[in-house]
T-cell receptor, first 111, second 115 residues
Framework: GNSVTQMEGPVTLSEEAFLTINCTYTATGYPSLFWYVQYPGEGLQLLLKATKADDKGSNKGFEATYRKETTSFHLEKGSVQVSDSAVYFCALLNAGNMLTFGGGTRLMVKP | SQTIHQWPATLVQPVGSPLSLECTVEGTSNPNLYWYRQAAGRGLQLLFYSVGIGQISSEVPQNLSASRPQDRQFILSSKKLLLSDSGFYLC??????????????FGPGTRLTVL
């Protein structure tokens, strides 16, 4: 079956620090991969996505590269801001249009 | 543009009471619709999905049910709430008929507290 594993949080960083949130997956076939962000008290917003191997998704300074050889989709940002504090979810989409989510990683950025 | 609405935004209900959460989508036709639950400090769990009016698939057996009386309306219900039903309920939609890269768009969520 499909599964997504994320590093457990919370991740606490100072402003302007480099961010990496690890995500690995198990899936049959060639899923699409996503990062969603959930700000406090809100629903999920799509942050970025990649649909095939070696694709790089990017948005708002965040990046993630679809690595088929390591089955990974790690989220990175070069310089985080306090406003990036949120919960980040890695997810995969199979051919049946079902999303499988990781457990989420809470990021806290301190000024 | 497409928008997705959920109401109520927050709800506090006693154990054993009924539940009805509503989700509506605007600006698109024939969407796939989904209900997720996020328990406190945990990830998202898919509860139900629907590919059309009256077509509901359940992912997790529980005391919840879902209905789709209209193309862009998705309702989550319970006859008797349990304490374990507390959580953040998210509705989502996606374009029907596209596989692979078909992202899901989420509503603002309903926070349910069962006392």
């Amino acid at each position: 079956g499909n599964s997504v594993t994320q590093m457990e949080g919370p991740v606490t960083l100072s402003e302007e620090a480099f961010l990496t949130i690890n995500c690995t997956y198990t899936a049959t076939g060639y899923p699409s991969l996503f990062w969603y962000v959930q700000y406090p008290g809100e629903g999920l917003q799509l942050l970025l996505k990649a649909t095939k191997a070696d694709d790089k998704g990017s948005n708002k300074g965040f990046e993630a590269t679809y690595r088929k050889e390591t089955t990974s989709f790690h989220l990175e940002k070069g310089s985080v801001q306090v406003s990036d504090s949120a919960v980040y979810f890695c997810a995969l989409l199979n051919a049946g249009n079902m999303l499988t989510f990781g457990g989420g990683t809470r990021l806290m950025v301190k000024p | 543009s497409q928008t997705i609405h959920q109401w109520p935004a927050t709800l506090v209900q006693p154990v054993g009471s009924p539940l009805s959460l509503e989700c509506t989508v605007e600006g698109t036709s024939n969407p796939n619709l989904y209900w997720y639950r996020q328990a406190a400090g945990r990830g998202l769990q898919l509860l139900f999905y629907s590919v059309g009016i009256g077509q509901i698939s359940s992912e997790v057996p529980q005391n919840l049910s879902a209905s789709r009386p209209q193309d862009r309306q998705f309702i989550l219900s319970s006859k008797k709430l349990l304490l374990s039903d507390s959580g953040f309920y998210l509705c989502a939609w996606s374009v029907r008929g596209l596989a692979g890269s078909n992202e899901q768009f989420f509503g603002p969520g309903t926070r349910l507290t069962v006392l």
